[in-house]
């Protein structure tokens, strides 16, 4: 298999239960179409990294993160790597809106659940990177429910040009099958397996069960569920992924990403 798997969840769905492979098949949450909700076909698993490790440094403490990994997939806009010499603030949170065509999605990012994806997530804001980027992914299927965005291609399968290394939740509810359950109002990176995050991620609108390969970024306010819950209204294109699962009919644009 030469495609690359999307940055986002390949799910391949066993007995109604998501199981979230590397792969390149359908993205929910994954640039290379490594996603949620579809058939997985299994590509070369990534080699195992050491997670991130922390430090302390001046006031706050932070955590010394990793972005120079190539990545697989295209690059849907190069804007460099995360500064900071890889220090990423661990504690505190940050106001993040998304502003699309269909409404605003605020978002409370937390550095303590994961440091590193929240930094990149923040530097890519910083470059624009998100701006004018489409959310490519809905997915409305038992067990999950998701909407994906963070690709500037809008195929599934692009990202920043640099992949960095997983920050595992540990406070997620055991759903049993080594799934734990994303409860609504989540907001988590996508991936395409061990140490593939880039710059997808996925907004959960209902509990879904899922492997705990997905580092949480945050949550988001019940007034970003009203816009979310207007474009699943709408349903999904038929025939990209399977039944339930491809892009929204009613096309969601991030306009501008917004930190603070």
């Given at each position: 298999m030469t495609s690359t798997p999307r940055t986002g969840l390949i799910v391949a769905i066993a007995a109604a239960v998501l199981i979230v492979a590397v792969s390149v098949t359908v993205a929910v949450l994954v640039p290379d179409r490594g996603s949620v909700a579809g058939i997985a076909v299994a590509g070369p698993a990534a080699e195992p990294t050491a997670g991130p490790t922390t430090s302390a440094s001046g006031a706050g403490s932070t955590t010394s993160c990793v972005y120079n990994r190539a990545s697989d997939g295209p690059v849907g806009k190069d804007v460099g790597l995360p500064d900071n010499a890889g220090q990423a603030p661990d504690t505190g949170t940050v106001q993040f809106t998304l502003r699309t065509d269909q409404g605003d999605i605020p978002i409370t990012l937390d550095r303590a659940k994961a440091p590193c994806a929240v930094h990149s997530l923040l530097f890519l804001a910083g470059k624009k990177y998100?701006?004018?980027?489409?959310?490519?992914?809905?997915?409305?299927?038992?067990?999950?429910?998701?909407?994906?965005?963070?690709?500037?291609?809008?195929?599934?399968?692009?990202?920043?040009?640099?992949?960095?290394?997983?920050?595992?939740?540990?406070?997620?509810?055991?759903?049993?099958?080594?799934?734990?359950?994303?409860p609504t109002g989540t907001v988590a990176m996508a991936n395409a397996g061990p140490g593939t995050n880039g710059s997808q991620f996925f907004l959960v609108y209902g509990d879904s069960q899922l492997p705990p390969s997905y580092p949480v970024l945050g949550s988001y306010t019940t007034a970003a569920l009203t816009v979310i819950d207007k474009v699943v209204a709408g349903g999904v294109t038929a025939g990209e992924y399977r039944e339930g699962d491809g892009k929204p009919k009613i096309p969601v644009t991030i306009q501008q990403a917004i930190v603070g």
């Amino acid at each position: 298999m030469t495609s690359t798997p999307r940055t986002g969840l390949i799910v391949a769905i066993a007995a109604a239960v998501l199981i979230v492979a590397v792969s390149v098949t359908v993205a929910v949450l994954v640039p290379d179409r490594g996603s949620v909700a579809g058939i997985a076909v299994a590509g070369p698993a990534a080699e195992p990294t050491a997670g991130p490790t922390t430090s302390a440094s001046g006031a706050g403490s932070t955590t010394s993160c990793v972005y120079n990994r190539a990545s697989d997939g295209p690059v849907g806009k190069d804007v460099g790597l995360p500064d900071n010499a890889g220090q990423a603030p661990d504690t505190g949170t940050v106001q993040f809106t998304l502003r699309t065509d269909q409404g605003d999605i605020p978002i409370t990012l937390d550095r303590a659940k994961a440091p590193c994806a929240v930094h990149s997530l923040l530097f890519l804001a910083g470059k624009k990177y998100f701006d004018g980027t489409p959310c490519h992914r809905l997915t409305i299927v038992a067990g999950l429910k998701v909407l994906q965005c963070g690709d500037p291609s809008g195929s599934g399968y692009g990202g920043p040009g640099y992949q960095f290394d997983d920050e595992l939740p540990s406070d997620l509810k055991p759903a049993g099958q080594g799934t734990v359950i994303y409860p609504t109002g989540t907001v988590a990176m996508a991936n395409a397996g061990p140490g593939t995050n880039g710059s997808q991620f996925f907004l959960v609108y209902g509990d879904s069960q899922l492997p705990p390969s997905y580092p949480v970024l945050g949550s988001y306010t019940t007034a970003a569920l009203t816009v979310i819950d207007k474009v699943v209204a709408g349903g999904v294109t038929a025939g990209e992924y399977r039944e339930g699962d491809g892009k929204p009919k009613i096309p969601v644009t991030i306009q501008q990403a917004i930190v603070g």
